[in-house]
């Protein structure tokens, strides 16, 4: 991995810079700005400068960007948190420690690794999605399925993703020879029946045990345990759980014999478990149990950017050999359309269209089921697009975000992905913003220079 780095408001530090090369850490100066790629801002003060260049360089989280102070005293605890909440993948001081560059190449190796199985076919292929939210909530279940053994906990609405993340936890689980994914609905567990599904029998332990028999916990010895929707289970077979989910002994129902089994755990929830513990529907000793990791996946409307990602990609998948494209018309409806059913609501609609299209051409509007069509026309599409922009600024606002920013980042979004869109072609992007082509350049060469203003690099 090769890295650009950059000193803000101060002369660069070439003993920095060999400290960095003799960890093999390959870097280069920032030639641009915004950098692109991971990299690394050296400062001696927090300002509105380093803000600024944080956002613009990590792309709301989505580059590894590391911010190093150059002295403990030139940074707030408080400070930290602001760096953190403007993109910086971790911040500390390089005094902090007697090694220093050796903690920064850790870094980036482990973060790299994380990366390249977000870019596998492993992900790719099966989790579609681009927006920063959905990549975050991937990093995380990324990094916990391949470098610890605990426990996770995956929470999100319905028809989220929940049961994929939890088979990638079980394929990136680093256990050599690892048993099978085991998964154990927990909506169809019969109360009286419990024990025997979950732990077992001995033969004769009741009417009908004409045999012995192992319960989940055996089967999923030496593989992955997944208990979905767990927020169901009543609260006295979760005090059932608590050894085995602790201890990972357990006995058969009508038997005295412990046995050991060894088994990874994930469980998965539509249910806020915090708030089920304050109405007493749900034990906190088991949460504590089964959450050493939570992953809270987001709902689509968290990430409405990937809906033409995924529609895109559930086409691919119905007709393989042939995909065929989407018109404006109809992924102007996709975008704006509401999905309480989140990525399963979508994917049906998608599947709903792709039915409906027959010939080689793109897919279009008269391919939309009739019961699906907007009835107000462009008030209703303007209705939805109205509801879509007042949600996305009353989360910014409710996170402290100013009317300055909010207007910035409106700005500059908008710009980006167009341009993206448009493959770099700032002509098509400027004719859709409605401004001139000059105009759009001018604009970003004023962010540059801004951007670029006060840092010193080598």
């Not at 790719?124 to 995380?140: C, M, T």
């Not at 391949?146 to 680093?174: C, M, N, W, Y």
């Not at 989910?245 to 060894?262: F, L, M």
Request: with cysteine; aromatic share 6%.
């Amino acid at each position: 991995m090769e890295i650009w780095h950059c000193f803000l408001g101060k002369k660069p530090d070439v003993t920095i810079l060999d400290a960095l090369s003799q960890v093999r850490l390959l870097h280069h100066a920032c030639e641009s700005f915004p950098p692109r790629g991971p990299g690394i801002v050296f400062f001696d003060e927090v300002s509105a400068q380093l803000l600024d260049l944080l956002r613009e360089a990590s792309k709301s989280g989505m580059e590894r960007v590391l911010a190093i102070a150059l002295s403990r005293t030139g940074m707030k605890p408080t400070d930290i948190w602001r760096l953190l909440g403007a993109g910086a993948s971790d911040v500390f001081a390089w005094d902090h420690s007697d090694d220093p560059a050796r903690e920064i190449a850790a870094r980036f190796e482990r973060w790299q690794i994380v990366d390249e199985i977000l870019r596998s076919p492993l992900v790719k292929d099966n989790l579609a999605g681009e927006s920063p939210a959905w990549i975050r909530s991937l990093r995380q279940i990324v990094e916990v399925a391949r470098f610890t053994d605990s426990s996770v906990l995956i929470t999100g609405e319905s028809g989220t993703g929940k049961e994929l993340f939890a088979q990638l936890v079980h394929t990136l689980d680093p256990r050599r020879n690892k048993g099978n994914l085991l998964v154990c609905d927990c909506t169809t567990i019969v109360q009286e029946l419990s024990g025997s599904e979950f732990f077992g029998h001995e033969r004769g332990a009741f009417t009908g045990a004409v045999s012995a028999r192992d319960g989940a916990f055996a089967l999923a010895d030496g593989g992955t345990l997944f208990l979905d929707e767990v927020g169901e289970l009543p609260t006295n077979l979760q005090a059932e759980l608590l050894r085995v989910t602790q201890e990972h002994t357990y006995k058969r129902v009508g038997g005295n014999s412990w046995h050991k089994t060894n088994f990874r755990l994930v469980c998965a929830t539509n249910r806020n478990l915090v708030e089920e513990q304050s109405r007493g529907r749900f034990r906190p000793d088991f949460y504590y149990r089964i959450a050493s990791w939570t992953c809270n996946l987001p709902s689509l409307s968290e990430r409405r950017e990937d809906i033409a990602v995924l529609a895109e990609y559930f086409v691919g998948q119905l007709c393989p050999d042939n995909p065929h494209e989407l018109d404006d018309a109809v992924r102007q409806y996709l975008l704006i359309r509401e999905y309480p059913g989140n990525v399963r609501d979508l994917k049906q609609l998608v599947t709903r269209i792709v039915q409906r299209h027959v010939g080689p051409g793109p897919i279009t509007a008269g391919d939309i089921p009739e019961d699906e069509r907007p009835e107000g026309g462009d008030a209703a599409f303007k209705n939805c697009y109205e509801v879509a922009l007042e949600s996305a600024v009353h989360s910014a606002l409710a996170s402290g975000v100013s009317l300055k920013e909010i207007e910035r980042a409106a700005g500059e979004l908008a710009e980006r992905i167009v341009i993206e869109e448009e493959k770099g072609n700032l002509q098509r992007a400027a004719a859709r913003l409605g401004i001139t082509d000059r105009a759009l350049q001018m604009r970003r060469a004023t962010r540059r220079h801004n951007g670029a203003g006060g840092v010193a690099s080598v």
